[in-house]
């Protein structure tokens, strides 16, 4: 029989490396804001909830709150637990969304009345 381990010590294993925790938070950020703060719950678990706490000065039962669905956490919580895992703020333009087949303009057609002979 084959061992299997469950998903989300799976997911917190991953979440350790920096790398992957910018471009899991990325996906999230992008899906939602609640999203967001579920996977910065989880960001913040795979390095061990009690050790940011100490390492941020925060308790944890209200890192547990800020983090949640339903959390808003302050500008200062968010970056005190980024830069505790190893993670920083950053501002990026939008980018573009890309057009459709339904949105897309269709060509010019080159006109053939000035054809000369």
Known sequence: ??????????????????????????????????????????????????????????QRESLYRSFSEQGNPTLSTLSSVLNCVGLRLSVQPRRPKRKTAATKVPARKKSTSARIA
């Open 1 to 58: 029989m084959i061992k299997t381990s469950p998903y989300r010590d799976y997911l917190l294993k991953k979440l350790s490396n920096p790398a992957q925790a910018a471009a899991y938070l990325d996906a999230a950020l992008e899906e939602s804001d609640e999203a967001f703060l579920v996977a910065m719950r989880n960001v913040a678990q795979a390095q061990q909830m009690s050790r940011v706490a100490e390492t941020t000065g925060l």
